[in-house]
């Protein structure tokens, strides 16, 4: 194992990403529970006498974290698969999940999240199998898959490939029985088909295993979004309640597999001393994907699932360009105009789904004003 990292100190790095990851903890805190920090707002008597400017650095918060988890959780375990030679996916996923579970239990234990005792009916008996066990199966896969590509493509086209997910999200809708999306949506889906296309092909170092391992997480992901929409919708659960529910029974299965499929040759090759080499590595990557888990809850709940769905395309752009700048890998010209041409079809599609949203609820405001 050697002491440096992409050219940089192993400890240096390992400093640098714990401090980010309490750092960006810490902000997440305040900007989900702000009231825990009364007395730190009170100094600040301007944003306490003005109400709407804290809500403005709230949102402004919240959205500069979900632009720097997501991509640095990212970098965190290709650096942890790769260069620390610790491949072993299923184990490092399940160590994230778990984190979370496990702090989610203690906030609610806690007072800081709530669970309704409707949420534990809804749930109880033979129905926690046909509504939380798929969720939190296809959690897992989606993970597992996600981490363990980066043992076979790049960065950036990890990210050009993760462009697809509405094309997958509206095939699973079909098989689900949910309404598809408005005609101006499924031209951004035929978009999105022809720009991945062309990415593939304009490829370098694509490899079958990876792209399949790609796929598969994109797939198991829009089975997870849409059975939690429907989980949503039906059982009217709130964000904190999904993680409730979905976070440990996924970790455990993770973990069930990592203990056939990874254990034993991680006991076998002694690469369980990895962790113990490098603590603050596996700290950070766990202290982040807890951020990445609840940062998303704060987005949506500070804008909406819109501003989230921009924001998570602009982020993608800059880790494609990430992976250029500091991993060395190799854009051709037809792969970048494809992934331009996926992107753009990726934002007609939210174009058109925003559209059919707000044309929703103003027919629904109608409806409730003709009641009246």
Excluded at 91 to 98: A, H
Excluded at 147 to 173: E, R, S, T, W
Excluded at 262 to 267: K, L, N, T
Aim: hydrophobic share 50%; with cysteine.
């Amino acid at each position: 194992m050697t002491d440096t990292v992409s050219g940089v100190p192993m400890a240096l790095q390992c400093s640098i990403v714990s401090v980010l990851s309490l750092t960006i903890l810490g902000a997440l805190v305040l900007a989900v529970r702000p009231e825990s920090f009364y007395l730190l707002v009170r100094v600040w008597t301007q944003f306490r006498a003005q109400e709407f400017q804290f809500r403005i650095l709230r949102v402004l918060l919240v959205c500069t974290i979900f632009m720097i988890v997501g991509p640095l959780l990212m970098v965190l375990n290709k650096e942890i698969l790769q260069t620390l030679h610790f491949d072993f996916p299923l184990t490092l996923s399940g160590l994230g999940l778990m984190t979370t579970g496990i702090v989610v239990r203690i906030c609610v234990h806690c007072g800081v999240g709530e669970v309704r005792p409707e949420t534990h009916q809804a749930v109880a008996g033979h129905a926690w199998f046909w509504t939380v066990f798929p969720i939190a199966l296809a959690k897992a896969a989606t993970l597992a898959c996600g981490n363990a590509v980066y043992l076979h493509l790049g960065l950036g086209f990890i990210q050009m490939l993760k462009a697809l997910n509405p094309v997958i999200v509206v095939i699973v809708m079909r098989l689900c029985g949910l309404a598809l999306p408005c005609r101006l949506a499924r031209w951004g889906v035929y978009l999105i088909i022809s720009g991945t296309l062309l990415e593939v092909k304009g490829e370098l170092n694509v490899t079958l295993v990876g792209v399949v391992l790609m796929l598969t997480s994109e797939v198991m992901e829009a089975i997870n979004l849409v059975l939690t929409q429907k989980l949503l919708q039906n059982c009217q659960f709130t964000l904190t309640e999904g993680l409730y529910m979905t976070t440990p029974p996924s970790g455990i299965v993770l973990f069930s597999a990592a203990a056939l499929m990874e254990w034993p040759r991680m006991i076998e090759t002694g690469s369980y001393r990895i962790i113990s080499a490098n603590p603050s590595y596996f700290a950070s990557s766990c202290t982040l994907g807890l951020a990445v888990n609840f940062v998303g809850m704060a987005v949506v709940q500070a804008t909406s699932s819109l501003t989230t769905k921009v924001l998570n395309t602009v982020r993608g752009i800059g880790v494609v360009f990430v992976g250029i700048l500091f991993y060395g890998e190799v854009c051709s010209p037809l792969e970048f105009c494809g992934y331009a041409v996926a992107v753009i079809g990726f934002g007609l599609y939210n174009c058109a789904q925003y559209i059919t949203d707000k044309t929703k609820k103003e027919e629904l405001s109608e409806d409730m004003l003709e009641r009246r």
